[in-house]
């Protein structure tokens, strides 16, 4: 059976859910080899892990010549790789930097590329969701090697064992690709709540905070959620952008999504309309959000949810 | 020195976007405009060719597009870049990202052996497409670093330096021009053209490219060489709107704790 590429998620060695989903994915269309960029010391440690979801093989790939540089690097490592193995397809998790790998990917293996994929099936037909949620596309790489980046939550990770035998890969990088130099890291400060993108409930507020996110919050950790903020909240600098749900901020498509005090404006839609339940609460009782919702409260958030929170807790016990 | 800004003329958001009877997207029957987060890029070159005032500094807008597309570059012309270059050609038409930086790429060649392309820039995504890839695809096709996805922008001579936000971290990026720059919509808010500049863009260059001029031929780009293949496209059922309470003296958080719960959420 051909190997399917698939590039580890993680930060400093901790493997993020979306790989288990892209391992399980990855299955479908040949036996799974997980690439891993980072420190070699680390590299026993992830094969242990993703090996549990049908990784055969673990490519390690010290990062130290790559992590100092901004995407050209990977591409070319990844390149080497591929040429190397031959892999029946490259998947990768869409995430901002990995689109961009993927795309010069494509460029050196004059493959086809698909984006966003949020379902990929046997035949290697991938289901993608545009125009801010109002299409699906059937897609289908038909020249190359198929490099395919896929959303988080696009597949519930199965386990499956594998053999998970590392591997170290030796990357040649050319000065070439050394061109944008990363000069600081600012590794951004854990909320301690879930990731938005992973969350399997995210809890969002707009303009009708009026800038006071702690019902939003205290709502969110009732149900062990992630918290999310319109543009124009972010806009307002009542939250960094790292929350903002829309177009230009993440894509989530969580089983519960939870609009309070957002309008429901495309830029926000965008962002979250393939979300499986949709809840509003909005004082504006003609706000569009009520269009799209399976369950909406017209009221006051700053009242509303406080106290569906304390009775989400009692029921809690 | 010349800076080239790309420009995308997208299918408006707010309108009824949809699909050809090929699966390509309708970027006729729709109405259309430059993608706003375009106007970033036009914004971001404008201000470094300000900043350096006092030198010689150009901005061309570039598209690749249907005729209509033309009124992307109008609009970066209007808020103030100096020149404009639409590639069109019917050959062009269902080129995926390979094809589509393929052709701006060939553009940027061309622009540079005349003028000089010593700084690129691009917004972070189109709107329709929502890919992000395209400026990381030039970067590539260019040979020139990559310097994308930035929320600030800052620069001292040749030497621009970014803030990035990547997913579980902010990296600060350095590189030397000549490079590709893409910026998000966190960059700065984009001038509007104001009267002035509008009545002055009719008189500023706008050329028009063919596949011919760029020295690529029509079986090198389009739908039928695509290297992806879209299979269907289908209209999502619209969501059929549920249940709105109005909240009552604290009803409305019992009713939303009851639905919760009777869908397995608590």
């Known amino acids: 059976m051909s190997e399917v590429l698939v590039v580890i998620d993680h930060a400093e060695g901790e493997v993020k859910k979306p790989t288990y989903e892209l391992l399980t994915i990855a299955r479908r269309l040949g036996e799974p080899s997980a690439v891993f960029f980072g420190s070699p010391e680390q590299g026993d440690a992830v094969a242990e892990k993703v090996k549990k979801y049908g990784a055969a093989k673990v490519y390690v790939i010290d990062d130290a010549q790559i992590k100092g540089f901004l995407v050209a690097p990977k591409a070319e490592a990844l390149q080497q790789l591929a040429e190397k193995v031959s892999p029946a397809a490259v998947l990768l998790p869409s995430t901002f930097e990995n689109k961009e790998v993927a795309g010069r990917l494509a460029i050196k293996l004059g493959s086809g590329l698909i984006t966003d994929a949020v379902d990929v099936d046997e035949s290697g037909t991938t289901t993608q969701s545009v125009f801010a949620g109002n299409y699906t596309v059937q897609a289908k790489v038909t020249h190359g090697t198929p490099i395919i980046t896929v959303k988080p939550n696009s597949a519930a990770p199965e386990e499956a064992e594998g053999a998970g035998a590392v591997e170290a890969f030796a990357a040649t990088i050319s000065d070439a690709a050394k061109g944008a130099q990363i000069v600081a890291t600012q590794p951004r400060q854990s909320t301690g709540r879930p990731e938005l993108t992973e969350a399997a409930i995210v809890v969002s507020g707009g303009r009708g905070t009026g800038g006071d996110f702690a019902p939003v919050e205290g709502f969110a950790d009732s149900l062990g959620a992630a918290v999310g903020a319109s543009r124009a909240a972010v806009d307002s600098g009542w939250m960094p952008h790292a929350f903002q749900v829309g177009q230009t901020g993440k894509t989530v498509s969580p089983q519960l999504y939870v609009a309070n005090g957002i309008s429901g404006a495309i830029q926000h839609r965008a962002g979250m309309q393939t979300s499986k339940t949709i809840v509003a609460v909005n004082k504006d009782p003609e706000a569009p959000i009520f269009e799209l919702v399976d369950f909406g409260v017209v009221g006051d958030l700053h009242t509303v949810l406080p106290a569906a929170t304390e009775k989400i807790t009692e029921r809690k016990g | ?266």
Not at chain 2, 45 to 73: H, M, N, S, W, Y
Not at chain 2, 106 to 112: D, F, N, R, V
Not at chain 2, 228 to 257: F, I, K, M
């Open chain 2, 1 to 266: 020195m010349n800076i080239v800004v790309c420009v995308k003329y997208v299918p408006d958001a707010t309108a009824d976007r949809k699909f050809e009877d090929d699966f390509t997207v309708d970027r006729v029957g729709v109405d259309g405009l430059l993608s706003e987060l375009d106007e970033y890029a036009v914004e971001q070159a404008l201000q470094f060719r300000e900043k350096r005032e006092g030198e010689e500094i150009t901005v061309t807008a570039l598209t690749v597009g249907p005729e209509k597309a033309v009124d992307a570059v109008r609009k970066a012309l209007q808020m103030g870049a100096d020149s404009g270059v639409h590639v069109v050609d019917d050959a062009i038409a269902g080129s995926d990202y390979l094809g589509t930086s393929l052709v701006l790429a060939k553009a940027i060649e061309k622009i540079k052996a005349d003028t000089g392309a010593d700084l690129v820039v691009c917004g972070m995504a189109s709107t329709d497409a929502s890919g992000s890839v395209v400026p990381a695809m030039l970067a590539e096709r260019l040979a020139m670093p990559q310097v994308t996805l930035a929320s600030v922008v800052e620069s001292q001579g040749d030497q621009v330096r970014i803030k990035r936000d990547n997913e579980g971290s902010t990296e600060v990026v350095g590189a030397t021009l000549p490079i590709v720059l893409s910026v998000t919509d966190q960059s700065g808010e984009a001038r509007y053209p104001s009267f002035k500049g509008i009545m002055a863009a009719k008189k500023k260059p706008l050329e028009t490219w063919s596949l011919t001029d760029l020295g690529l031929d029509a079986d090198q780009v389009g739908l039928s060489v695509a290297y992806t293949q879209v299979e269907d496209t289908t209209a999502r059922p619209p969501r059929t709107a549920g249940e709105v309470v109005t909240d009552e003296d604290g009803s409305g958080a019992g009713a939303l704790v009851e639905f919760l719960a009777s869908k397995k959420f608590i």
